[in-house]
C-alpha cells in the first residue's frame, strides 16, 4: 500500500459523504446552501522511506460572499496565496475542536491493514467532529463566534474576514470597530499596508459607518 492508494480510499469514502474532491489529493468541499460550504483538508508527508504517512485534518467553512470581496478588493486571498483559488473563511486543525483543543496528526504505517481500514480514523475526524463544525459556523453569526473564539486560526484570516462576516450580518459598529486593529498596522507602516489600504477603501466604500465614532 502506498500514499496514492489511501488517497483514493479517502476520496471514495468522502465522495459517499457528500463531498467533492478540491482540485488535488486530500481537500475536499461540501455545499452547505446559502452562500456556505464546508471544507475538508489532510495535509500530509511520508517518512521512513515511504512506509510512514502522516496525516493532520483540518475543517473550514466558506462563506462566498466574504472571500469574493477579499478576491475582489486585495488581489489575492490571504497574503503571498496568489496561485491557492480556494481558502475557507474560518478553518482549524480538527484536534483544536475537540474537548482536548490540542494538535491532532494521524501516523498511519502503510505496511499494515488496507486502504479502506487505513483511512477509518481520518474519516471520523470528519464525520464526529467536522459536520457537526460546519453546522455551528455556516451562517454570519456562526462564523463571526468561530473567528473570535476558535484556536489555531491564522491571526490575520480574522483580521480580514471578522469586519466583513460583521458587516454582512449587519453589524457595521462592531464591524468598524474590528478593523480599527487594521487601521493601526496602516498608521505603523507594515509591510500589509498596501494590501490593507485597498481592503479599507473596498470596505468603506460598500459598509460606510453609519454613526460617527
Known amino acids: 500500500m502506498n500514499r496514492a492508494e489511501v488517497f483514493r ?6 465522495t459517499g459523504l457528500g463531498f467533492r474532491r478540491w482540485r488535488s489529493d486530500g481537500e475536499y468541499v461540501m455545499d452547505l446552501g446559502e452562500g456556505f460550504e464546508g471544507w475538508c483538508s489532510f495535509a500530509d508527508r511520508t517518512r521512513q522511506g515511504g512506509r510512514i504517512l502522516s496525516v493532520a485534518p483540518f475543517a473550514g467553512v466558506r462563506c462566498t460572499a466574504v472571500e469574493e470581496r477579499i478576491a475582489r478588493w486585495c488581489g489575492d486571498v ?5 496561485e491557492r483559488s480556494y481558502v475557507a473563511t474560518v478553518s482549524t486543525n480538527v484536534g483544536y475542536l475537540r474537548r482536548e483543543a490540542k494538535w491532532s496528526e494521524h501516523v498511519l504505517d502503510l505496511t499494515e491493514g488496507i486502504p479502506v481500514e487505513v483511512v477509518q ?4 475526524d470528519v464525520t464526529d467532529v467536522a459536520l457537526g463544525f460546519f453546522r455551528e459556523a ?3 453569526a456562526g462564523a463571526a463566534r468561530a473567528l473570535r473564539h476558535g484556536k489555531g486560526q491564522m491571526p490575520d484570516r480574522r483580521l ?3 469586519p466583513l462576516v460583521l458587516a454582512l450580518r449587519g453589524d457595521l459598529e462592531e464591524a468598524h470597530r474590528e478593523l480599527d486593529v487594521m487601521r493601526r498596522t496602516v498608521e505603523e507602516g507594515d509591510c500589509t499596508t498596501p494590501r490593507y489600504l485597498r481592503y479599507l477603501a473596498g470596505f468603506e466604500e460598500e459598509f460606510p459607518r453609519t ?3
Open 138 to 140: 455556516a451562517s454570519y
Open 121 to 124: 480514523g481520518l474519516l471520523a
Open 211 to 213: 454613526v460617527a465614532r
Open 9 to 14: 480510499a479517502l476520496t471514495a469514502e468522502m
Open 160 to 162: 480580514e474576514r471578522l
Open 78 to 82: 490571504v497574503p503571498g496565496w496568489v
